[in-house]
């Protein structure tokens, strides 16, 4: 980083939740709001979370960014245009309402990581890259499978959204563990408990409108469990502490 202190915007998930009846399958007009505003579940009730979007400025570090840490930058911002631009894919093909909600947080991760990338001087992997077209070659290929999987179906949909999100939240947990830099750290723990909590729309979700149980499909099933009990403890705002036993896209 550039030798001074420098000031950076993001956005906190600062989330609160009310309580309303609603009934068992999940319609759109019960998925609209803000940015990040997700479907909670409360038996029998499920109540939507509204994401005040509160700005918070940070203070960053000086220090520089070794090689290693500016490629996790590289790769998390197109891995979070990858999010994006299937949700809005998703939108496109099903209408329904939660996958344009979230691609709006997504769009909102990748500018929080593209200020950092700026201020190191690093080329933007992104620039002008159209929808679905992406610099790394896996993340070019693992778009292409999840469009293919969530066009079958508006189930198939959802299970594509919580994988997405899990492989989010994985790839963000092993950056955080390879960082001691503030800035980044303030950055990649905000786009994790995004993810976390968008995880848990998607869970809930699916679970009303399939009536099955969702099956974790990257994290493991014990830190998947704990990973939602934490969250719903918190209100939907995610979990400060988890570790999962399985790996993302970033280390593939």
Known sequence: M????ILITIFVLALSACAVSTPDIVTEDQ???ETDELIVSEEPAAAPIVDNQQETITALSDTDLSDSEIAGLLFMREEEKLARDVYLQMYDVWNFNIFTNIARSEQSHMDAVLVLINDVG???PVGDAEQGVFENQDLQDLY???????????NQALLVGGAIEEIDILDLQTYLSETTNSAVIAVYQNLLFGSINHLQAFVQTYERQTGETYQPQYLSQEAFDEMMADSAAMGGGGSRGMNANSQGMGKN
């Not at 292409?144 to 508006?154: K, N």
């Open 2 to 5: 550039k030798n001074r202190l």
């Open 31 to 33: 998925v609209q709001g």
């Open 122 to 124: 690093a080329e933007d």
């Open 144 to 154: 292409d499978q999840l469009i293919d999987q969530g066009s079958q179906s508006q």
